[in-house]
Structure formats: structure tokens, C-alpha cells
């Protein structure tokens, strides 16, 4: 005997996530199909400037249009907690409709924002000053921004339930400005900056006050100098993951400031520029329990871009996995010093590396690394004799 399913016997969790998928275009009607379902609370509603111009074939140039069905979407969720996620997509939007917008999302107690805009990299390029609103939102769990406008200076920021904060091709009046808004988000856990600018020369006063910081993710961002870099890592002394990929600053000095990251577990450093091969093991002393660490493509001051063997002294115990590709070593004995301080590795890749000068080894210099079970080593200037690495068990390419 075959059981007839009614839909509406679906628990509603189960509904709300069906229903997610579907564009706001198609949102709308289906929830008004039952009046239980025009109280479902739906995951994400998304906003699409681009995608409404396509389904009704509407004129792009024509903004009043979508205006006019964006808020005639968001009004069709009443109450709050309705809708978790929200997404605007509009590289037309000017300041008074984004702020009309994000005032009725914080609203509706939405718990993750995602908005993104025109490509700025000037204030004279900017689409719209980002809503001050979002600066007092103590629902928001969320936030995610890619391009569109510049960040306003505020006296207060209050963001204490923000977890994730993700901000690409952002604006800022100044340093500080960046800061307080960190500042306010008490509880961040999770940091991805990209091509954040500011309309004012950046200075050297970048150091957050973040202790629940998690992980920070950096991406081609521009520093004064590598000071303020390390000034703002300073900030974050909880963290467990960090990566820096194509980091730039404006000047490099030698400085004397102790990197201390007693949590850190991944790092990656990619394309980034140090003082001196000393200034990178200096760097890495500061993380004493990294267990994953790719250096890619390290860069110094000298245009040479070599780690100097003399420099290769380094203790990280608790290091498992190794990527040294990319990188340039003074000699093939200051490759292997480097390894010494790596006991515990298990994975190993160094592939397109370079030597300066291949050096003759004696039997003592091969190094044994008991728990290495896989390793991929390539120098173009070097055949890597076999017997270099004494493994108990193993995947073996070294060419």
C-alpha cells in the first residue's frame, strides 16, 4: 500500500533550508502558497541587482525598478528573525538606499550581512559611504563586504555578538578608523582583510586590541612599514591560523620586536618581504607551535631573495607539514640546517627552489627525520642524493 506524503507534513527546518536555494524572485511567490509558510524563518535571502536585470529583462540603467523590489522583498518578512542571512548585490546603489536597506535588515535582527558593490580603489571611485547603522548592530554575528564605498569616522562602534568579519576593497578614512571598528567587534573570532585603502596615508598606528581572534587572513594588503605589520599581529596574541598573501609595505627597517603567538598552529607566508633572512627566523621563533608552515616566494630587501645559510638556525618542534617552495637558499647546507630545526615534519615539499652554491656534504650533514612519511624536493641546480634523508617509512620523489 503506497502512503501519500502531504508537503506539508516536511518539518519546517526542512522547508526553510528548500526554500534557501531559490532566488528572492521565486521566494516571494512560493511562500505565499500557505500561510504556514509565509512565517517560515528562510536561511538566506539574496538581492541581486544583476540577476533581476536578467529575469525580467529589465533595463540596467532603470535603478528605480529594482529599488522598488527590494524593498517590496524585504518588507515581505515580517518580524524578526526571519531571515538569517541576507545578501545585497548592487553596483548601482548610492548611500541613501544601502543605508535605507541595511536599516531594515538590522530590523528584521538578521545575523549575517553580505553586501557588495562597485570596485573603488579612491574616494573620488567610491559608490557610497557604508551605513553608519552598521556600526551599532548587536544581533549581527556576520559581516561580510567586498567593494562599493568608504567607511564612515564613528565615535562608538557596538558589533559585541560579531564573530566573522570579512571586508575586501574596503575604505577607511584613516588607520584609526579601521582600528575602532575592530575595536568594537569584542567577540571576533575570524578576520579576512583584502585591499583595504585609505583615504589618508597610512601610519604606523595599527595595533587592534583582538584577544579572541581566531584566524586572520590577509590578502594583497599594503602596511606602512613591516613595524606596523607586526604591530598588528601584536594585537592578536590568541590567534591559531594566520595567512599573509602578496603583503606590501611601504618601508622595511630592521626591527627589534619580539613576535610572541604562543597559539599559533597554520601559518602561511606568501610573497611577502622581510628585512633579512635573520628578520624571517626571527619571525618563525615567535611561533613555537606552528605545525603547519608554508613559506612561498620570500623576498628581501636585497633583491637577492636568499635565505643566507648562516641565518638557518631555527627550533620548531612541533612542526608536521612543510612547504618551502618557491624559495631561494645561499647553499644546499643552509637548506638542510633549516630542516634540522624541523624533527617532527611528516610532509615535506620544496619544489622550484634555487641555490646560490651547491656545497660538497660529509656523511654527518644528512639529517634523519624519523617521522617524515612523505617528502617532494626539487632544486634546479641540485641532484638531491637519496641518502640526504633517512626515513623510517616513506614516499619517496626527490629528483
Not at 142 to 149: S, V
Not at 213 to 230: C, G, H, P
Not at 318 to 333: E, Q
Not at 341 to 355: D, K, Q, R, T
Request: proline share 6%; charged share 20%; hydrophobic share 45%.
Amino acid at each position: 500500500m503506497e502512503m501519500e506524503t502531504n508537503i506539508s507534513d516536511i518539518p519546517e527546518d526542512v522547508l526553510s533550508s528548500i526554500i534557501s536555494f531559490l532566488g528572492i524572485e521565486d521566494v516571494l511567490p512560493t511562500r505565499l502558497l500557505s500561510k504556514t509558510w509565509r512565517h517560515l524563518r528562510v536561511p538566506t535571502v539574496d538581492i541581486n541587482e544583476e540577476r533581476f536585470c536578467r529575469r525580467f529583462g529589465a533595463d540596467p540603467t532603470d535603478f528605480a525598478l529594482f529599488v522598488g523590489f527590494a524593498l517590496n522583498a524585504l518588507q515581505r518578512f515580517p518580524g524578526t528573525g526571519t531571515i538569517k542571512t541576507l545578501g545585497i548585490h548592487s553596483p548601482s546603489a548610492n548611500s541613501d538606499y544601502m543605508s535605507l536597506w541595511v536599516r531594515i535588515a538590522l530590523d528584521l535582527q538578521v545575523e549575517e550581512i553580505v553586501i557588495s558593490g562597485r570596485v573603488a580603489h579612491s574616494p573620488s571611485e567610491a559608490q557610497f559611504m557604508w551605513p553608519i547603522d552598521l556600526w551599532n548592530s548587536p544581533h549581527l554575528k556576520a559581516l561580510r563586504l567586498h567593494a562599493g564605498g568608504i567607511f564612515p569616522a564613528a565615535s562608538s562602534v557596538n558589533l559585541p555578538q560579531l564573530v566573522t568579519l570579512r571586508l575586501q576593497l574596503i575604505g577607511f578614512s584613516s588607520n584609526n578608523g579601521l582600528i575602532n571598528f575592530l575595536e568594537g567587534c569584542t567577540g571576533l573570532q575570524n578576520f579576512v582583510a583584502g585591499g583595504i585603502w585609505f583615504t589618508e596615508s597610512a601610519g604606523e598606528n595599527l595595533q587592534p586590541n583582538l584577544p579572541h581572534l581566531k584566524t586572520l587572513d590577509f590578502e594583497l594588503m599594503k602596511f606602512a612599514s613591516n613595524r606596523t605589520f607586526l604591530n598588528f599581529l601584536l594585537g592578536c596574541p590568541m590567534l591559531d591560523s594566520l595567512s599573509a598573501y602578496q603583503v606590501r609595505f611601504d618601508e622595511i627597517t630592521e626591527v627589534d620586536i619580539p613576535l610572541n603567538l604562543p597559539c599559533l598552529k597554520n601559518l602561511l607566508l606568501n610573497g611577502i618581504m622581510f628585512s633579512s633572512s635573520h628578520a624571517l627566523l626571527s619571525f618563525l621563533s615567535g611561533c613555537p607551535t606552528v605545525e603547519s608552515l608554508v613559506l612561498r616566494g620570500i623576498r628581501f630587501p636585497n633583491h637577492l631573495d636568499v635565505l643566507e645559510e648562516d641565518s638557518m638556525e631555527i627550533n620548531l618542534p612541533c612542526l608536521k607539514n612543510l612547504d618551502l617552495s618557491y624559495m631561494m637558499f645561499s647553499t644546499n647546507r643552509g637548506f638542510l640546517k633549516f630542516l634540522f630545526g624541523c624533527p617532527n615534519v611528516e610532509s615535506l615539499v620544496a619544489i622550484h627552489n634555487l641555490l646560490d652554491e651547491v656545497k660538497e656534504l660529509a656523511a654527518e650533514e644528512f639529517i634523519v627525520m624519523q617521522k617524515l612519511k612523505k617528502v617532494e624536493v626539487r632544486f634546479s641546480d641540485w641532484e638531491v642524493p637519496a641518502p640526504v634523508f633517512s626515513m623510517a617509512r616513506f614516499d619517496l620523489k626527490i629528483s
